[in-house]
């Protein structure tokens, strides 16, 4: 199926464990984007991605990091995930005048 | 500050009226993008409209339309006839020139009353 799908829909760890999230478009969309979403803060950009091998830091990248090895595939990784990395976590993809939202990966941090 | 601005936490219309959901934004790019977005309870973000800052015309997508206010750098979203189903939170998002970072606002969580 065509659109931007997301892996897993829902995940708990534990503080101090590494956790990769994923996301996969067929779009063939250039930019990709990582955000979080938590109450009274909307959308935050984490990462976002221009084209394959090149990403850059969004407003919130600390504790994070990225990779984009392949054009349809953007994971997110939390090295050492932290209890305030508890959020609901937005892959997006980007054409000219739309951006478009994958289902969203809720996320628990004990 | 901020580059995009909700004042609305929480809206109430009733079914089949017109509603506005206010947007200021920050910018000192001429050339921007400005977005609208629906959230309902089932958690995805669902694109409803566009509007670039060149765009002579306001944007318009079935009930939504953006009212586009250059000078006053506000994007308000309004629905006609409104429905049950539009009861959701809406989100204001903004792209700067060429650049490739969103920013968005904090949200205006409308219901609809029947």
């Known amino acids: 199926d065509a659109g931007i799908t997301q892996s897993p829909r829902y995940k708990i760890t534990e503080t101090g464990r590494q956790v990769t999230l994923m996301c996969h478009q067929t779009?063939?969309?250039?930019?990709m984007f990582w955000y979080r979403q938590d109450l009274g803060h909307g959308l935050r950009l984490i990462y976002y991605?221009?084209?394959?091998?090149?990403?850059d830091k969004g407003e919130v990248p600390d504790g994070y990091v990225v990779s984009r090895s392949k054009t349809e595939n953007f994971p997110l990784t939390l090295e050492s995930a932290t209890r305030s990395q508890t959020s609901v976590y937005f892959c997006?993809?980007?054409?000219?005048?739309?951006?478009?939202f994958g289902p969203g990966t809720r996320l628990t941090v004990l | 500050a901020q580059k995009i601005t909700q004042t609305q936490p929480g809206m109430f219309v009733q079914e089949k009226e017109a509603v506005t959901l206010d947007c200021t934004y920050d910018t000192s790019d001429p050339s921007y993008g400005l977005f609208w977005y629906k959230q309902p309870s089932s958690g995805e973000m669902i694109f409803l409209i566009y509007q670039g800052s060149y765009d002579q015309q306001n944007a318009t997508e079935g009930r939504y339309s953006l009212n586009f206010q250059k000078a006053r750098k506000s994007a308000n979203l309004v629905i006609s006839a409104s429905q049950l189903g539009d009861s959701a939170m809406y989100f204001c998002a903004m792209r700067e020139g060429t650049g490739n970072q969103f920013y968005f606002g904090t949200g205006t969580s409308l219901t609809v009353i029947p």
């Open positions: 779009w063939s969309h250039s930019y």
């Open positions: 991605s221009a084209a394959a091998d090149i990403t």
């Open positions: 997006a993809s980007s054409a000219v005048n739309e951006q478009f």
